[in-house]
Every structure is written in C-alpha cells, then in structure tokens.
C-alpha cells in the first residue's frame, strides 16, 4: 500500500477533485503502484461511472475490491482470493452458440489466473458476477475442506472457537450422555460439575458452501452454482492430480439475507460493500441462510461513491508527491 502517504488516504479533500479534474483527461491513477504488479488502472471515464445514478465499471470493481484486500488484516488477506471482474465473464463465454462447452475446456479459458494461489488453501473465495447489467456477490467458502466441521457454543452471538479435538469431545460427551446428534442446532442439556447446563448447541464453524449476496434479491443462480462447482471440480483435479466432486451434497448452496437496494443503480456498491464488511468481520457461524439484513445500514452505501471517488483522488495525490520527491 501506500505506506509513505497513508495520511492522504483518511483524509477527504473536496476541493481537490475540481483542482484535478482539468488535468485528469491525460493523467492516470494506479493502484497498487509500481514496482508492486497487478495494479489497476484507473482513468477519468471510470470516474464518472461513480455519478449519482451511473452503474460501476468493472474497472471500478476491481479497483476497490484490490484495494480492500490490501487494507485488510493479514489473517483475513492470507485466507481470501478475490478474483477480478473478468474471471466469471471469462469462464462463462461461449465460442460458438452451436457448439457444447465442457466444463474443462471452461477451466482452461482461467487455468492460468490461479497459477500463483491454490485457492484450496484458503477459506473465502470472492466471485464478482455482472449479469444483465446486474452486480451480485458469490462467496465460495472452505473449498478445500471436505465436510462440515461444528463447535459447541452458548447461543447465536457466542464467538467463542473451538479446535477439531474439542469439537470431537464434545460430541463423545454428549453421545455417552444419549443426547442430541452434534449436528442438531436445536437446545441439547450436559451435566457437568453437578448440575445440568442447558443452551448448548452445536454450530457449524466451518461449511463449505456457495453464498450468493444479491442486493436485487433475485432467484435465478442455479446456473451459477453449477458452473462454479465444475470449475471447482476441474481445478482440484489439476491442482491435487486426483478427483473430488463438488456437487450440492458436498458443497452446499445458499442466498444470504443481505441488504437490499432501494434503486436500479447501486448494484456495484453493494457488492463492494458486502466484502468490504465480510473482509472486515469475517462470519464465524455458518448456519445457513446467512441471516445479514442488519450488516450494514443503507446510508453507509449512499456515501460510498463520493469515498471511492476521494480515494482514487488522493491515492493519485500521493503517487504524485512521490513521484516528485
């Protein structure tokens, strides 16, 4: 990141977009900048896509989902991948109306965007989709893991973790006692210390799952499920030389209860919302359907056009000190 000018980033300097603005036509902001790779490109015609009213560019997407990762923790940037706008366009684009697309002649159209990440190895994979001119949010959770791991917990705000071992002891304790199956979220009693404790569930700690995040609250993602799960499956063949399926009972689907957009345009800020406030408080209780209407008020996605804007705006400030030091 910007490590020499990180101040330039908090702070929001209105007066310096119309300062800008004349220049901006021949000038270009990059981020992350050089010498780090991979960085994008953004150009005056990008910013205006952030108008009231104006759908967000791929260009737009892009920029800030990298831009989040980089500003993210390093627990929570060692366990996620976020692929680029382009990806799904990619693996879903047809050569020939007339002609059948194998799911592993789809793999190698993106065989080579995960040459540098096994993406087995972390625990969230973030798809952007556009579809229709509509932008939605795919979550693949845990693909490495090959079933569902729980933990025992005190009620539904409990945080508290618990590692494989415990969660097995947990679940001999309660076999010897004839109770509940660990996989039952239902109220289950152990007696401990002389006395009978009730409100102990067990919760999924770890699923593997496909979550979609979509601020339109549309239906129609089976096609998406299906597609995704077959490059799963393509990918761990070519990655692990072996093969595994990925099919529903493996790698459950579900839509998160996610707020909604109360307009046609917003489509893009949500999803840029959606995994900035997952990057920030990642979920730790995979009971399905995610229950998330309350993630984030509506108002914080209103102001999130003029944020980006500034951002890119002063992200360009810095480059330019820089660059004259």
């Given at each position: 990141m910007f490590s020499s000018c990180t101040s330039c980033q908090s702070i929001i300097l209105q007066p310096l977009r119309f300062i800008l603005f004349p220049l901006i036509d021949v000038l270009t902001r990059v981020f992350p900048p050089p010498p780090l790779k991979g960085g994008i490109t953004v150009t005056m015609e990008d910013l205006q896509c952030l108008d009231s009213g104006q759908f967000l560019n791929d260009v737009i997407i892009d920029f800030y989902l990298k831009y989040l990762l980089h500003k993210a923790s390093d627990d929570v940037t060692e366990r996620s991948h976020i692929f680029s706008s382009f990806f799904y366009k990619q693996l879903t684009r047809r050569d020939n109306a007339?002609?059948?697309?194998?799911?592993?002649?789809?793999?190698?159209?993106?065989?080579?965007?995960?040459?540098?990440?096994?993406?087995?190895?972390?625990?969230?994979?973030?798809?952007?989709?556009?579809?229709?001119?509509?932008w939605y949010l795919v979550v693949i959770c845990f693909p490495g893991l090959d079933e569902t791991r729980f933990e025992a917990w005190d009620g539904p705000n409990s945080q508290t973790g618990m590692s494989q071992s415990g969660t097995d002891e947990f679940q001999d304790q309660e076999a010897a006692q004839?109770?509940?199956?660990?996989?039952?979220?239902?109220?289950?009693?152990?007696?401990?210390?002389?006395?009978?404790?009730?409100?102990?569930?067990?919760?999924?700690?770890?699923?593997?799952?496909?979550?979609?995040?979509?601020?339109?609250?549309?239906?129609?993602?089976?096609?998406?499920?299906?597609?995704?799960?077959?490059?799963?499956?393509?990918?761990?063949?070519?990655?692990?030389?072996?093969?595994?399926?990925?099919?529903?009972?493996?790698?459950?689907?579900?839509?998160?209860?996610?707020?909604?957009?109360?307009?046609?345009?917003?489509?893009?800020?949500?999803?840029?919302?959606?995994?900035?406030?997952?990057?920030?408080?990642?979920?730790?209780?995979?009971?399905?359907?995610?229950?998330?209407?309350?993630?984030?008020?509506?108002?914080?996605?209103?102001?999130?056009?003029?944020?980006?804007?500034?951002?890119?705006?002063?992200?360009?400030?810095?480059?330019?000190?820089?660059?004259?030091?």
């Open positions: 007339s002609e059948g697309i194998t799911k592993d002649r789809r793999h190698q159209r993106v065989k080579t965007w995960t040459r540098h990440v096994d993406i087995f190895k972390k625990d969230f994979l973030f798809v952007p989709v556009n579809q229709e001119a509509h004839g109770s509940k199956s660990p996989t039952d979220t239902s109220e289950t009693f152990l007696f401990t210390d002389g006395v009978f404790r009730a409100s102990v569930c067990a919760s999924p700690l770890c699923r593997p799952c496909i979550l979609i995040m979509d601020s339109l609250k549309r239906s129609l993602h089976e096609r998406v499920f299906k597609l995704l799960r077959d490059y799963l499956e393509s990918e761990w063949e070519v990655r692990r030389g072996s093969t595994r399926e990925f099919g529903p009972e493996q790698m459950q689907s579900s839509h998160c209860q996610v707020p909604l957009q109360d307009n046609s345009s917003d489509c893009g800020l949500y999803l840029l919302q959606y995994v900035e406030s997952f990057l920030k408080d990642p979920v730790v209780h995979f009971d399905l359907p995610l229950q998330l209407e309350r993630w984030f008020p509506r108002q914080q996605v209103r102001r999130k056009r003029d944020e980006i804007r500034d951002l890119v705006l002063n992200l360009y400030r810095c480059q330019n000190l820089d660059g004259n030091r």
